[in-house]
Nanobody, 123 residues
Framework: QVQLVESGGGLVQAGGSLRLSCAASGRTVSSYYMAWFRQAPGKEREFVAR????????YYSDSVKGRFTISRDNGKNTVYLRMNTLKPEDTGVYHC????????????????WGQGTQVTVSS
């Protein structure tokens, strides 16, 4: 199983930016699909973005398209989420996931799942 640790969250004003990191261990994730999900209090888990093993293909939810960018550095076994023009509705715990197959927005089981990092956007 893949162990994932997220970092980079924090408190930011609306319109600001953050970059989240997800460091993998236990296995090399260069052949894995990676994704970011988020969950706000009282709401269901929401898909944010995914990236294929090489970084050549990405997919975003409509709510973050054009503002967030997912990327990866296989040499560092790390995936990133650059978040720009943040909005209060982006507030939540952000988790990364890893799997050998494509991670669909409705997927709920993965080879790896991190504990998350809190992002709070104030208005």
């Amino acid at each position: 199983q893949v162990q994932l640790v997220e970092s980079g969250g924090g408190l930011v004003q609306a319109g600001g930016s953050l970059r989240l990191s997800c460091a993998a261990s236990g296995r090399t994730v260069s052949s894995y699909y990676m994704a970011w999900f988020r969950q706000a209090p009282g709401k269901e888990r929401e898909f944010v973005a995914r990236i294929n093993w090489s970084g050549s293909s990405t997919y975003y939810s409509d709510s973050v398209k054009g503002r967030f960018t997912i990327s990866r550095d296989n040499g560092k076994n790390t995936v990133y989420l650059r978040m720009n023009t943040l909005k209060p509705e982006d507030t939540g715990v952000y988790h990364c996931a890893a799997d050998r197959i494509v991670i669909t927005p409705t997927a709920r089981e993965y080879d790896g799942w991190g504990q998350g990092t809190q992002v709070t956007v104030s208005s």
